[in-house]
């Protein structure tokens, strides 16, 4: 189980910004490095993946947010982030950030919120 901390979450209007982060400081650093994601839920919706980073630095986003969002990681902050841009309604709900280990174990942060006001 690896411990995960989120932040950044907020109330902001329609192609406002946010950053999430995702810390995981007892974490060593060859556990960081393995794939880490954001997800999302809006109420009364299943969760689902937005954005993916594997170990090497590759990406993956699912459509509705490409050139909006960019996930990332600092190794040496053993903290991971997702930069959110050009906000819109439909990107509410409670994020949660995840870490998928080799062995095929998910770990997930305890959630934060975003609202984004038409």
């Known amino acids: 189980q690896v411990y995960l901390v989120e932040s950044g979450g907020g109330s902001v209007q329609a192609g406002g910004s946010l950053r999430l982060s995702c810390a995981a400081p007892?974490?060593?650093?060859?556990?960081?490095?393995?794939?880490m994601a954001w997800y999302r839920q809006a109420l009364g919706k299943e969760r689902e993946l937005v954005a993916s980073i594997f170990y090497g630095g590759r990406t993956n986003y699912i459509d509705s947010v490409k050139g909006r969002f960019t996930i990332s990681k600092d190794n040496r902050k053993r903290t991971m982030y997702l930069q959110m841009n050009n906000l819109k309604a439909e990107d509410t709900g409670v994020y949660y950030c995840?870490?998928?280990?080799?062995?095929?174990?998910?770990?997930w942060g305890q959630g934060t919120q975003v609202t984004v006001s038409a």
């Open positions: 995840n870490h998928h280990s080799q062995s095929g174990h998910d770990s």
């Open positions: 007892r974490a060593i650093l060859s556990t960081f490095t393995e794939t």
